[in-house]
């Protein structure tokens, strides 16, 4: 069946730019991850909504970067006023429900604030 | 979210050898997995363990997490040309987020 899909693959933007990525989870899946991958670390936990919810968004760096997933499926992940230091690979992960149930990755999105 | 130290950074090895990689925290988990990406894709999960002291194989690989529930380590045995990539430790508590390492870029030569 069909992954977790994230587009676009590549984002490309200016400094001070309003930027969305857009994550759809394997279809069923209650529980969707957000994480950041910067050049040569693993990735970074930002956000985890079970279901409509944010269940936990203690990772989002500061108050630009935002996430919404209204109807429990299609989650996006919102950056306000663009900077340098944003720029990495945004990852987004579902799992079947929350807890120790693996988390299927998706390809991510390449974001490159210039 | 907590530090966990991957070792070694990369290794270059010969197809046929055998590569072991480790994973220690200053924090306990309760669950330690190990992952692989390739380039321009999402991690993929080769093995979770859930137990301290488990011991798990799936294929060529074994994994073990430590008796302290501090540290796990990852063996491939018989390395071939696909096992390339860059290999992820993650550690989870009793949450859901996922801790992980920095990685180990495994390259192996035919």
């Known amino acids: 069946g069909a992954g977790v899909s994230q587009t676009p693959s590549n984002k490309v933007t200016e400094k001070g730019k309003y930027v969305e990525l857009r994550c759809d989870p394997i279809?069923?899946?209650?529980?969707l991850y957000w994480y950041r991958q910067s050049l040569g670390q693993g990735p970074e936990f930002l956000i985890y909504?079970?279901?409509?919810?944010?269940?936990?968004d203690s990772g989002l760096p500061n108050d630009r970067f935002f996430a919404v997933r209204p109807e429990g499926s299609v989650s996006t992940l919102k950056i306000q006023r663009t900077e340098r230091g944003d720029s990495a690979v945004y990852l987004c992960?579902?799992?079947?429900?929350?807890?120790?149930?693996?988390?299927?990755f998706g390809p991510g999105t390449r974001l490159t604030v210039l | 979210g907590q530090q966990l130290n991957q070792s070694p950074q990369s290794m270059f090895i010969q197809e046929g050898e055998d590569v072991s990689m480790n994973c220690t925290s200053s924090?306990?988990?309760?669950?330690w997995l190990w992952y692989k990406q390739d380039p321009g894709e999402g991690p993929v999960l080769l093995i979770a363990l859930y137990k301290a002291g488990e011991l798990t194989s799936n294929g060529r690989l074994t994994a073990q997490f430590g008796i302290t529930r501090k540290d796990s380590f990852l063996n491939i045995s018989a390395s071939i040309p696909s096992d390339v990539g860059i290999y992820f430790c993650a550690g989870q508590d009793s949450g859901y987020a996922l801790n992980f390492g920095k990685g180990t870029s495994l390259l192996v030569t035919p």
């Open positions: 909504f079970q279901g409509t919810g944010a269940a936990d």
């Open positions: 992960a579902s799992s079947p429900s929350g807890g120790d149930s693996e988390q299927f």
């Open positions: 279809s069923g899946h209650t529980a």
């Open positions: 924090s306990i988990f309760n669950t």
